[in-house]
Protein backbone atom coordinates (compact mmCIF):
# COMPACT_ATOMS: atom_id res chain seq x y z
CA UNK A 1 0.00 0.00 0.00
CA UNK A 2 3.07 2.36 0.79
CA UNK A 3 2.75 3.19 -3.22
CA UNK A 4 -0.39 5.23 -2.76
CA UNK A 5 1.06 8.15 -0.10
CA UNK A 6 4.44 7.96 -2.51
CA UNK A 7 2.27 9.48 -5.16
CA UNK A 8 1.39 12.47 -3.26
CA UNK A 9 4.48 12.23 -1.11
CA UNK A 10 7.85 11.58 -3.19
CA UNK A 11 11.25 12.52 -1.48
CA UNK A 12 13.31 15.47 -1.94
CA UNK A 13 12.16 18.74 -2.48
CA UNK A 14 8.55 18.39 -4.01
CA UNK A 15 7.91 15.98 -0.52
CA UNK A 16 5.12 16.95 1.68
CA UNK A 17 4.94 16.10 5.31
CA UNK A 18 2.62 15.02 7.52
CA UNK A 19 2.13 15.94 10.93
CA UNK A 20 -0.19 13.56 12.80
CA UNK A 21 -1.42 15.28 16.32
CA UNK A 22 -3.14 13.43 19.60
CA UNK A 23 -4.10 14.13 22.63
CA UNK A 24 -4.87 11.40 25.05
CA UNK A 25 -4.09 7.71 25.04
CA UNK A 26 -6.44 6.55 27.31
CA UNK A 27 -6.24 2.61 28.43
CA UNK A 28 -9.98 1.96 27.67
CA UNK A 29 -12.26 4.14 25.31
CA UNK A 30 -13.98 7.39 27.44
CA UNK A 31 -17.71 6.93 26.03
CA UNK A 32 -18.20 10.61 27.53
CA UNK A 33 -15.69 12.33 25.52
CA UNK A 34 -15.20 10.37 22.80
CA UNK A 35 -11.74 9.48 23.59
CA UNK A 36 -9.92 6.57 21.97
CA UNK A 37 -8.50 4.26 23.84
CA UNK A 38 -4.79 2.51 23.36
CA UNK A 39 -6.08 0.16 21.49
CA UNK A 40 -7.34 2.71 18.25
CA UNK A 41 -4.08 4.66 19.19
CA UNK A 42 -2.09 1.41 18.40
CA UNK A 43 -4.02 0.48 15.50
CA UNK A 44 -3.36 3.79 14.08
CA UNK A 45 0.52 3.56 14.96
CA UNK A 46 0.65 0.46 12.85
CA UNK A 47 -0.72 2.07 9.70
CA UNK A 48 1.32 4.70 9.99
CA UNK A 49 4.81 2.76 10.66
CA UNK A 50 3.30 0.34 8.07
CA UNK A 51 3.05 2.97 5.21
CA UNK A 52 4.84 6.14 5.94
CA UNK A 53 8.37 6.93 7.37
CA UNK A 54 8.23 8.50 11.09
CA UNK A 55 10.65 10.92 11.47
CA UNK A 56 11.62 13.31 14.52
CA UNK A 57 9.72 16.45 14.18
CA UNK A 58 12.91 18.53 14.89
CA UNK A 59 14.87 16.33 11.44
CA UNK A 60 11.92 16.99 10.21
CA UNK A 61 11.39 20.34 9.59
CA UNK A 62 15.20 20.83 8.85
CA UNK A 63 15.00 18.20 5.88
CA UNK A 64 11.84 19.87 4.60
CA UNK A 65 13.47 22.84 4.33
CA UNK A 66 16.63 21.89 2.32
CA UNK A 67 14.72 19.16 0.24
CA UNK A 68 15.92 15.88 1.79
CA UNK A 69 12.78 14.64 2.95
CA UNK A 70 12.09 10.72 2.22
CA UNK A 71 9.10 9.66 0.79
CA UNK A 72 5.78 9.57 3.31
CA UNK A 73 7.39 11.84 5.53
CA UNK A 74 5.44 11.83 8.65
CA UNK A 75 5.60 13.20 12.17
CA UNK A 76 3.82 12.08 15.44
CA UNK A 77 3.12 14.73 18.31
CA UNK A 78 0.69 14.83 21.55
CA UNK A 79 -0.46 18.54 22.95
CA UNK A 80 -1.25 19.36 26.62
CA UNK A 81 1.10 16.75 28.43
CA UNK A 82 -1.41 14.65 30.20
CA UNK A 83 0.36 11.71 32.17
CA UNK A 84 -1.33 8.90 30.25
CA UNK A 85 1.24 9.95 27.28
CA UNK A 86 4.02 8.50 29.23
CA UNK A 87 1.98 5.99 30.83
CA UNK A 88 0.69 4.22 28.10
CA UNK A 89 2.07 5.99 24.97
CA UNK A 90 5.63 5.84 25.92
CA UNK A 91 5.53 2.15 25.61
CA UNK A 92 3.67 1.94 22.53
CA UNK A 93 6.09 4.57 20.73
CA UNK A 94 9.20 2.37 21.75
CA UNK A 95 7.68 -0.91 20.25
CA UNK A 96 7.49 0.57 17.11
CA UNK A 97 11.03 1.88 17.35
CA UNK A 98 9.67 5.79 16.46
CA UNK A 99 10.06 9.26 18.14
CA UNK A 100 7.08 11.54 18.96
CA UNK A 101 6.74 15.67 19.81
CA UNK A 102 5.31 16.00 23.35
CA UNK A 103 3.47 19.90 23.57
CA UNK A 104 3.46 20.50 27.43
CA UNK A 105 1.75 23.42 28.64
CA UNK A 106 3.96 23.50 31.83
CA UNK A 107 2.00 25.39 34.19
CA UNK A 108 -0.44 21.68 34.65
CA UNK A 109 2.46 19.61 35.62
CA UNK A 110 2.61 17.60 38.87
CA UNK A 111 -0.68 18.32 39.85
CA UNK A 112 -2.45 20.53 37.84
CA UNK A 113 -5.54 20.22 35.88
CA UNK A 114 -6.77 22.27 32.27
CA UNK A 115 -9.86 23.80 32.73
CA UNK A 116 -11.52 21.64 29.75
CA UNK A 117 -10.68 18.50 32.31
CA UNK A 118 -12.65 20.53 35.35
CA UNK A 119 -15.68 20.87 33.47
CA UNK A 120 -15.21 17.16 31.77
CA UNK A 121 -14.58 15.66 35.04
CA UNK A 122 -17.57 17.56 37.19
CA UNK A 123 -19.82 16.59 34.77
CA UNK A 124 -19.03 13.27 34.60
CA UNK A 125 -19.49 12.76 38.53
CA UNK A 126 -22.37 15.09 38.74
CA UNK A 127 -25.28 13.41 40.37
CA UNK A 128 -29.58 13.68 39.97
CA UNK A 129 -31.14 13.92 36.75
CA UNK A 130 -30.39 17.54 36.21
CA UNK A 131 -27.98 20.11 36.42
CA UNK A 132 -28.72 23.62 37.31
CA UNK A 133 -26.50 26.14 36.45
CA UNK A 134 -28.72 29.04 35.43
CA UNK A 135 -27.43 30.93 38.70
CA UNK A 136 -24.33 31.18 36.16
CA UNK A 137 -26.02 32.02 33.11
CA UNK A 138 -25.12 28.86 31.84
CA UNK A 139 -28.54 27.12 31.73
CA UNK A 140 -30.04 24.17 33.22
CA UNK A 141 -29.71 20.49 31.55
CA UNK A 142 -30.63 17.09 31.79
CA UNK A 143 -27.99 14.50 32.99
CA UNK A 144 -29.55 11.47 34.03
CA UNK A 145 -28.27 9.59 30.40
CA UNK A 146 -24.98 9.26 29.15
CA UNK A 147 -26.14 11.05 25.77
CA UNK A 148 -27.92 13.87 28.13
CA UNK A 149 -24.35 14.25 29.88
CA UNK A 150 -22.80 14.85 26.56
CA UNK A 151 -24.47 17.19 25.09
CA UNK A 152 -24.36 19.17 28.47
CA UNK A 153 -20.79 18.77 27.94
CA UNK A 154 -20.56 19.91 24.32
CA UNK A 155 -22.56 22.57 25.33
CA UNK A 156 -20.56 23.86 27.90
CA UNK A 157 -17.21 23.61 26.32
CA UNK A 158 -18.13 25.49 23.08
CA UNK A 159 -19.95 28.23 25.83
CA UNK A 160 -16.80 28.72 27.45
CA UNK A 161 -14.25 28.17 25.39
CA UNK A 162 -13.93 31.71 24.03
CA UNK A 163 -14.61 33.92 26.40
CA UNK A 164 -11.73 35.99 28.29
CA UNK A 165 -9.34 33.85 30.13
CA UNK A 166 -10.13 35.54 33.68
CA UNK A 167 -14.16 35.30 32.93
CA UNK A 168 -13.84 31.37 32.11
CA UNK A 169 -11.50 30.76 35.00
CA UNK A 170 -14.11 32.40 37.12
CA UNK A 171 -17.03 30.62 35.28
CA UNK A 172 -15.39 26.78 35.41
CA UNK A 173 -14.16 28.04 39.51
CA UNK A 174 -18.06 28.53 40.15
CA UNK A 175 -19.39 25.48 38.00
CA UNK A 176 -17.15 22.84 39.81
CA UNK A 177 -17.98 24.55 43.34
CA UNK A 178 -21.91 24.03 42.56
CA UNK A 179 -21.42 20.83 41.07
CA UNK A 180 -18.85 19.81 43.99
CA UNK A 181 -17.78 16.33 42.91
CA UNK A 182 -13.90 15.22 43.45
CA UNK A 183 -12.28 15.79 40.70
CA UNK A 184 -8.71 13.98 39.72
CA UNK A 185 -5.33 15.41 40.23
CA UNK A 186 -3.42 13.20 38.15
CA UNK A 187 -4.42 13.50 34.38
CA UNK A 188 -0.89 15.94 33.33
CA UNK A 189 2.17 14.81 33.63
CA UNK A 190 4.56 15.21 36.78
CA UNK A 191 8.10 16.41 36.15
CA UNK A 192 9.59 13.39 36.60
CA UNK A 193 7.48 12.29 33.45
CA UNK A 194 8.97 15.07 31.10
CA UNK A 195 12.03 13.93 32.28
CA UNK A 196 11.15 10.26 31.43
CA UNK A 197 9.90 11.39 28.06
CA UNK A 198 13.08 13.34 27.55
CA UNK A 199 15.52 10.14 28.44
CA UNK A 200 13.70 8.05 26.09
CA UNK A 201 14.50 10.48 22.79
CA UNK A 202 11.33 11.73 22.70
CA UNK A 203 11.03 15.90 21.49
CA UNK A 204 9.99 18.26 24.34
CA UNK A 205 8.08 21.42 22.49
CA UNK A 206 6.61 24.50 24.16
CA UNK A 207 2.68 24.83 24.58
CA UNK A 208 2.73 27.82 26.91
CA UNK A 209 2.19 27.92 30.90
CA UNK A 210 -1.20 28.04 30.87
CA UNK A 211 -2.85 26.99 27.39
CA UNK A 212 -4.59 29.94 26.83
CA UNK A 213 -5.98 31.04 23.28
CA UNK A 214 -3.29 33.97 22.27
CA UNK A 215 -5.58 35.96 20.58
CA UNK A 216 -7.98 36.48 23.74
CA UNK A 217 -5.03 37.65 25.93
CA UNK A 218 -3.34 41.06 25.78
CA UNK A 219 0.82 40.68 23.79
CA UNK A 220 2.35 41.24 27.28
CA UNK A 221 0.51 38.21 28.64
CA UNK A 222 0.86 35.84 25.30
CA UNK A 223 4.84 36.98 25.46
CA UNK A 224 5.10 35.49 29.08
CA UNK A 225 3.05 32.85 28.22
CA UNK A 226 5.36 31.55 25.59
CA UNK A 227 8.79 32.39 26.98
CA UNK A 228 8.20 31.34 30.35
CA UNK A 229 6.43 27.78 29.36
CA UNK A 230 9.71 27.42 27.59
CA UNK A 231 11.71 28.39 30.47
CA UNK A 232 10.07 25.78 32.87
CA UNK A 233 10.20 22.71 29.99
CA UNK A 234 14.06 23.46 29.53
CA UNK A 235 14.87 23.50 33.44
CA UNK A 236 13.30 20.34 33.67
CA UNK A 237 14.96 18.55 30.71
CA UNK A 238 18.11 20.40 30.96
CA UNK A 239 18.00 20.65 26.95
CA UNK A 240 17.10 23.55 24.97
CA UNK A 241 13.53 23.62 23.24
CA UNK A 242 12.91 24.24 20.14
CA UNK A 243 9.46 23.77 18.89
CA UNK A 244 6.00 25.06 19.86
CA UNK A 245 2.39 24.28 19.29
CA UNK A 246 0.01 26.87 19.62
CA UNK A 247 -2.76 26.36 22.16
CA UNK A 248 -6.14 25.25 20.25
CA UNK A 249 -3.76 26.07 17.02
CA UNK A 250 -6.40 27.53 14.64
CA UNK A 251 -4.89 29.97 11.93
CA UNK A 252 -6.25 33.68 12.60
CA UNK A 253 -8.84 32.58 15.21
CA UNK A 254 -6.72 31.40 17.97
CA UNK A 255 -3.48 32.91 17.08
CA UNK A 256 -2.46 36.23 14.94
CA UNK A 257 0.75 37.18 13.12
CA UNK A 258 1.97 38.63 16.22
CA UNK A 259 1.98 35.54 18.18
CA UNK A 260 4.07 34.15 15.28
CA UNK A 261 6.49 36.72 15.53
CA UNK A 262 6.55 36.39 19.25
CA UNK A 263 7.07 32.71 18.74
CA UNK A 264 10.22 33.43 16.56
CA UNK A 265 11.70 36.07 19.04
CA UNK A 266 11.58 33.74 21.52
CA UNK A 267 14.17 31.33 19.83
CA UNK A 268 11.93 28.65 18.63
CA UNK A 269 12.83 26.90 15.55
CA UNK A 270 9.40 25.96 14.15
CA UNK A 271 5.71 26.01 15.20
CA UNK A 272 2.52 23.80 14.66
CA UNK A 273 -1.17 24.54 14.45
CA UNK A 274 -4.16 22.69 13.89
CA UNK A 275 -4.87 23.47 10.20
CA UNK A 276 -5.28 20.47 8.38
CA UNK A 277 -2.65 19.74 5.32
CA UNK A 278 0.62 18.65 5.04
CA UNK A 279 3.39 21.10 4.94
CA UNK A 280 5.61 21.07 1.70
CA UNK A 281 9.47 23.22 1.42
CA UNK A 282 7.82 26.42 0.72
CA UNK A 283 5.38 26.20 3.59
CA UNK A 284 6.09 28.59 6.45
CA UNK A 285 7.83 26.66 9.32
CA UNK A 286 6.23 28.15 12.02
CA UNK A 287 2.54 28.06 10.74
CA UNK A 288 3.13 23.75 10.27
CA UNK A 289 -0.49 22.03 9.65
CA UNK A 290 -1.55 18.79 11.24
CA UNK A 291 -4.24 16.29 11.08
CA UNK A 292 -5.29 13.17 12.54
CA UNK A 293 -6.88 10.36 10.46
CA UNK A 294 -9.91 8.31 12.42
CA UNK A 295 -10.78 5.64 10.49
CA UNK A 296 -10.56 2.54 11.92
CA UNK A 297 -9.08 0.47 8.55
CA UNK A 298 -5.62 0.42 6.98
CA UNK A 299 -7.02 1.37 3.47
CA UNK A 300 -10.01 4.10 4.91
CA UNK A 301 -6.61 5.39 6.92
CA UNK A 302 -4.20 5.94 4.48
CA UNK A 303 -6.55 7.12 1.84
CA UNK A 304 -7.73 9.88 4.20
CA UNK A 305 -4.11 10.64 4.86
CA UNK A 306 -3.83 11.20 1.28
CA UNK A 307 -6.21 13.14 0.86
CA UNK A 308 -5.04 15.37 3.87
CA UNK A 309 -2.10 15.72 1.80
CA UNK A 310 -4.35 17.62 -1.00
CA UNK A 311 -5.58 19.93 1.53
CA UNK A 312 -4.49 24.05 0.83
CA UNK A 313 -2.24 24.90 4.06
CA UNK A 314 -4.14 27.37 5.82
CA UNK A 315 -2.01 30.47 7.01
CA UNK A 316 -2.75 33.45 8.71
Not at 14 to 28: K, Y
Not at 53 to 77: F, K
Not at 163 to 180: C, F, G
Not at 262 to 286: H, Y
Request: net charge negative.
Amino acid sequence: MKILPSLFSPAGQNARLSIVIHHRVLPEPDLLTGEGGVTQFEKGLGYLTNNFNILPLSEAVNRLGNGTLPARAACITFDDGYADNAEVALPLLQKYGVTATFFIASGFLDGGRMWNDTVIESVRFARGDKLDLSMIDLGTHAIATLEQKQETLTFLINKLKYLPHETRASQVEKLSAIISAELPDNLMMTSVQVRQLHDAGMEIGGHTVTHPILASIDDATARMEITEGKARLEAITGAQVRLFAYPNGKPGKDYLPAHVKMIKDAGFEAAVSTAWGAARQNSDMFQLPRFTPWDNSELFYVLRMMRNMKQAIQVV
